[in-house]
């Protein structure tokens, strides 16, 4: 290996987690890498402890007996007792990744999201894995956050996974410098594009961005003839509309029949990262309950399918 070559298997990334014999996210049976960091503010995000591309304290509040184990260990004062002798967290305070606090806990109330690993550190991990890869046709998914948020250790992680014959896949919402995003793809044997919202203006409002950048980015992928599977995360009164659709199965019409084109997953909105937002101090962003029953997802997918593009409902 050539120093060149072991400095950049040596490149760090912020993740924070690894999620392995993954069956939605990519073909065969998958090892998913979240890394930290994303440009959107997604309402119904499901990893708002990847938005960051810091640490950060998850702290379970209703097991915590304030003991004040962790308030004694903290070099950061993140850790305190109120006047009512209730443990508290100091948001406007930056963890430093120690862990300290989460040793000594004893009801197991606290997390600290995010960890620095090496490229190198990952690769190992993927690799346990292999014969699984080999057997169902899977490999490795980077996402997130946005995995594109990290281009270099992107890059370097994919460029590796692909020198030793793992088949690479990256979840993304498209909104990255295009440059960047092109690197990436020269690694990436399947982009998993999530499309929220066609109207520029909604997507803002529920994103915190705007899409043209993200539809710019969509269009040159499958122009230059990079494999890409459209995710439609589906919330009802958000995008479930004729009009919403007629306006996606229109962007995506002159794309149809290429061969790079792999079609449409839908993606029924879930509330499983809702306890997250309150281990982070955050309030979650969704008003009411913005899920569609499965008869509103045959419709949708059977809407799409009248154009005959390829659709399929994702239900975990």
Known sequence: MSVQTKLDVERQVMVFNVQKYNVYDG???RTIVFLKGCPLRCQWCSNPEGLEQKYQVMFKRDVCSNCMACVDVCPMGIHYIDENGHHQVRRDRSCNGCRKCVAVCPMAALNISGEVKTISELL????????????????????GG????????????????????????????????TENLMKIAKYVDLFL????????????????????????????LLQEGYNVKIRMPMLKGINDSQEEIDAVINFLKPYKDLPNFKGINLLPYHKLGVTKYAQLGIKYPVDGDPSLSDADLDRIEGMIKKYDFPVAVIRH
């Open 27 to 29: 073909p065969g049976i």
């Open 124 to 143: 190992k991990l993927v690799h346990e894995d292999d014969a699984f890869y080999e057997t169902s046709g899977g490999g490795i998914t980077l996402s």
């Open 146 to 177: 946005e995995c594109t948020a990290q281009p270099e250790g992107a890059i370097t992680l994919l460029q590796a996974c692909k020198d030793d014959g793992i088949n690479t896949a990256i979840e993304t919402c498209g909104y990255a410098p």
């Open 193 to 220: 594009y999530d499309l929220k919202h066609m109207d520029p203006v909604k997507h803002n409002q529920l994103t915190g961005m705007s899409n043209e950048k993200i539809l710019a980015n969509l269009t040159k």
